[in-house]
């Protein structure tokens, strides 16, 4: 339940005439679609999913890039920007109800010379696919696969891209931190970031929800392997514990949506 406070700041930025459709979020006026989730989110939690947030504050290094995969209206990587100054955030959001929102977002803000935003779905590979869009205040649930977890309006033809080709056509920068929630296709993302994975071994954070996962035809035994097979360690948020196999991430999975993806070797320690 909202205190007061937040319930004012909700109804002021979420209804009231000549304020509504935007809030002040570390600094920057973030433009959202009419009475959306992440919105409420913000609202009641002050600073939304503020551990993971933190989380990804110390793990961004400074003159590298941090890649927000599934970004919505951008309540990762605002903060992202406004604690570490000279890094850059590309960010990565293909849904027609969240899109329009985020780019006034950026083209608006103080860190535009920082912040680019890729309009396209990320996956193992480019092209067109057709993507699930949900009413707009449930656009957070928007994926390329219907997960019923809210009800579909529509769908659309999106573009798909790889962080793989993103990263080379930046010039392969140094990554070192990716955020990904994407609804469940959270795997595809990963085995279209091989070569990225490989040179950066950047830290990885995302969500992992079973009932995402199963339209994509993912087990948690699959998440487990391609984590081990190119060696990174599993951490369960928010209070890091270990994840050493498939069984213990199915426990874990009970308890959380939020993991962490820590690199075993560096990049210069590949073979």
Known sequence: ??????????????SCPGFAGSFRYFGIRIY??????????????????????????GL???????????????????????????VRAV???PSPNTLPHLRRTIEQSSLGDRWTLIPKAVGMETGQVTFSVANPENG???????????????????????????WERLGRPQVSAIKIDVEGGELAVLQGALDLLKQCRP??????????LKPYDVTPRAL??????????ILALPHLNPVATAAELEVQLLQTES??????????ENS
């Open 60 to 86: 961004v290094r400074p003159g590298s890039y941090f890649f927000d995969v599934g970004a919505n209206i951008g309540l990762m990587s605002v903060p992202v920007l406004y604690c570490v100054r000279d």
């Open 224 to 233: 487990s392997d391609f984590a081990h097979a190119n060696d990174f360690l």
């Open 140 to 166: 957070a649930y928007d994926g390329l696969r219907n997960t019923r977890r809210v009800e579909e309006a529509t769908q659309a033809t999106v573009e798909v891209t790889t962080l793989d080709h993103e």
């Open 259 to 268: 993991f962490l993806l820590i690199p075993a070797k560096g990049p210069n």
């Open 203 to 212: 830290f990885v954070l995302l969500e992992w929800n079973k009932t995402n």
């Open 32 to 57: 959202f679609p009419k009475r959306a989730l992440l919105f409420r989110a913000a609202c009641e939690q002050g600073v939304f999913e503020a551990d993971n947030v933190r989380l990804l504050q």
């Open 91 to 93: 960010s990565f959001e």
């Open 1 to 14: 339940m909202m205190t007061a406070r937040q319930a004012i700041k909700y109804w002021l930025y979420g």
